[in-house]
């Protein structure tokens, strides 16, 4: 069964940081990788997806990177600002050939001015 | 057209009652998905619906949950016999074919079991 584990689970940072959010998956038979954000008691936003044949992929100051054989994935946002504070979840499909994702717990991320 | 769209937002009921959650996702997606997730908790899967079929019901926690989806459209979550462990908030995906591509979430309906 596959486990996604989210390191930090909290985060708390001063304005214009350079960060780095850790997610780890047991099985690495996976088709992709997706990093999602979640505002208080809003849904999940998409902001990036790696196939499994890529290494990373960018959107504006977001950077994912995906290692395949050591079941790792890392979310890097450059200059953080107080609007990127949400919970950022990374989601992996099930191995097996289940398309279900497995979610992580998610990292709780404080931008302060 | 607009993005994927959940309703009731709220819902509070007593318990026992019995409860239908709709959710509307973006036009042509063929794969539709519902999680749960509680206060505290990550998200868990409940089902997964590839047009009008679902194939993985594997999540559905009780045979007091059930879904359908009609027209590969519109679908419906329905809870009945309430408990106050159901409290959460339901989330609704859906993406263009399935696994391999973006999912994309609705807002949620917050479901209160007094």
């Known amino acids: 069964k596959q486990e996604v584990t989210q390191i930090p689970a909290a985060l708390s940072v001063p304005e214009g940081e350079n960060l780095v959010l850790n997610c780890s998956f047991t099985d690495s038979a996976i088709y992709n990788l997706q990093w999602f954000r979640q505002d208080p008691g809003k849904g999940l936003t998409s902001l990036l997806l790696?196939?499994?044949?890529?290494r990373e992929q960018t959107s504006g100051r977001l950077n994912a990177s995906l290692d395949k054989s050591s079941g790792r994935s890392t979310l890097y946002i450059a200059a953080s600002q107080p609007g990127d504070s949400a919970t950022y979840l990374c989601?992996?499909?099930?191995?097996?050939?289940?398309?279900?994702?497995?979610f992580g717990r998610g990292t709780s991320l404080i931008v302060h001015p | 057209g607009a993005g994927v769209s959940q309703s009731p937002s709220n819902k509070v009921t007593e318990k026992g009652k019995d409860v239908e959650l709709r959710c509307d996702p973006i036009?042509?997606?063929?794969?539709l998905y519902w999680y749960r997730q509680s206060l505290g908790q990550g998200l868990e899967f409940l089902i997964y619906f590839q047009g009008n079929s679902a194939p993985d019901k594997s999540g559905l926690p009780s045979d007091r949950f059930s879904a359908e989806r009609t027209g590969g459209s519109v679908s419906t979550l329905t809870i009945q016999r309430t408990q106050q462990e159901d409290s959460a908030v339901y989330l609704c995906a859906s993406s263009k074919t399935g696994g391999r591509d973006t999912q994309y979430f609705g807002p949620g309906t917050r479901l209160t079991v007094l």
């Open positions: 036009s042509g997606h063929t794969a």
């Open positions: 790696i196939q499994s044949s890529q």
């Open positions: 989601a992996v499909p099930a191995s097996g050939g289940s398309y279900i994702p497995t």
